[in-house]
């Protein structure tokens, strides 16, 4: 059989306009807002950070004074004149003074966990938006792949009408 001059191979095709993808799609920014509101880790450390906000409040109070109060020579029974005696009460009240800046200390040490914790938490904020940035444009490169793919085919499609329309016609030998 004559082999066809008609080439069966043609140029590869491409897409034909930019996909914007559907018009209710997400957004990278919708994306990390819905990440940001709704992801339990990132809620549960950003629920730290008031408490620590507390912590440093707490260690700055001074301490409450103590007070306390006795009763001495008090009878199991009562006092008579044959046995005479009287009851005694005192009362004594002790504030404690922080000589050593003990509470200094404490705020200090409360303070800095606190920029520990806001640190964690930026971390953490910074990691979860780097890998939901990195899922969207994923998904572009992905949803580019299939277009590309779905044109190639396409474009095998027509190849391959062709080359049965050759062999029908007898233009084209089988092997």
């Known amino acids: ?31 990390i807002d819905l990440l940001v509101r709704n992801n339990l ?3 549960t450390k950003f629920l730290e950070i008031p408490q620590a906000r507390a912590d440093v409040l707490t260690a700055g109070l001074r301490s409450n004074p103590l007070l306390f109060g006795t ?4 009878p199991y029974g009562s006092y008579s004149p044959a046995r005479p005696g009287e009851n005694g009460y005192s009362v004594t009240v002790i504030q404690a003074v922080d000589v050593n800046q003990k509470r200094l200390a ?18 953490a904020v910074r990691l979860e938006i780097d890998a ?3 899922a969207f444009v994923d998904v572009l490169a992905a949803r580019e792949t299939v277009r590309y793919a779905e044109t190639a085919v396409a474009g095998r499609v027509k190849l391959t009408q ?11 030998s089988e092997p």
């Open 1 to 31: 059989m004559p082999l066809s001059a008609a080439p069966l191979y043609g140029p590869l095709d491409l897409p034909d306009a930019a996909d914007e993808g559907p018009a209710d799609g997400m957004t990278v920014d919708t994306a």
């Open 41 to 43: 880790d990132l809620r």
């Open 71 to 74: 009763a001495t020579g008090v």
């Open 106 to 123: 404490r705020v200090d040490a409360a303070c800095r966990a606190m920029q520990v914790l806001e640190a964690q938490y930026e971390d």
């Open 132 to 134: 939901v940035a990195t």
């Open 162 to 172: 062709l080359a049965e329309s050759q062999l029908r016609q007898g233009t084209l």
